[in-house]
Structure formats: structure tokens, C-alpha cells
Nanobody, 123 residues
Framework: QVQLAESGGGLVQTGGSLTLSCVAS????????MGWFRQGPGKDREFVAA????????YRDGSVKGRFTISRDNAKNTVYLQMNGLIPEDTALYYC????????????????WGQGTQVTVSS
């Protein structure tokens, strides 16, 4: 079965960096679009970034452009989210997800989710 396991979250100060990882299993990873979403306190789950199977196509929300980078290593079945210049507004539970169909910016297009990893940015 499809399994996604995120790691790498933690507590950082404003301006700090973190790299999240998501290891996938149970399907052909290299052909799947993968996405990162986040859900802050009292907020809806929102799109952060996505990457196509080859890694040559990436998509990011405007709020993270220039700060976050999504990448993947198909040999390791892993997708990454490198986060620089973190601000308190980035505080959230971060999820990776496997895209199925529809709009890659919409959480409804994703059919499998990890348990999430917490990122907390202190001011």
C-alpha cells in the first residue's frame, strides 16, 4: 500500500532554515507528481509546492517563492522541501502527498497523505 513518511520538522528562529524529507513506498515513485501542503493553527490545509516525476517541473505558492525549494531523488523515493528565510507565518504541520488527478494546487487532487511534520518558527 502507499505510504508516505515525513521528517525534518522542528523549532527554528525567524530567518532560519529547515529541510523536510518525505520517503514514499508502495508505488512507482518516479512517475508520480508529489506535493507539499501545510496547515497552520486554525487554518485550512494549503498548497506549498509540487514537483513532477522527472523533477524538471516545479510549482510553488507565491508566499514561498524565493524561499522554499522542492526537489526529489527518485533513486531514494524521496521528495524534499528546503525552506530558507523562515518566518512565523510558516508555522504549520507540513504534509507530503501523492497527486492523483485534477489541479495540482488543490488538495482535492491528492489521494495519499503522510502524517505530517511540525514546523514552528519563533519570532
Amino acid at each position: 500500500q502507499v505510504q508516505l513518511a515525513e521528517s525534518g520538522g522542528g523549532l527554528v528562529q525567524t530567518g532560519g532554515s529547515l529541510t523536510l524529507s518525505c520517503v514514499a513506498s508502495g508505488y512507482t515513485f518516479s512517475t508520480s507528481v508529489m506535493g507539499w501542503f501545510r496547515q497552520g493553527p486554525g487554518k485550512d490545509r494549503e498548497f506549498v509546492a509540487a514537483i513532477n516525476g522527472s523533477g524538471r517541473g516545479t510549482y510553488r505558492d507565491g508566499s514561498v517563492k524565493g524561499r522554499f525549494t522542492i526537489s526529489r531523488d527518485n533513486a531514494k523515493n524521496t521528495v524534499y522541501l528546503q525552506m530558507n528565510g523562515l518566518i512565523p507565518e510558516d508555522t504549520a504541520l507540513y504534509y507530503c502527498a501523492k497527486f492523483l488527478t485534477g489541479d495540482i494546487y488543490d488538495k482535492g487532487g491528492y489521494g495519499y497523505w503522510g502524517q505530517g511534520t511540525q514546523v514552528t518558527v519563533s519570532s
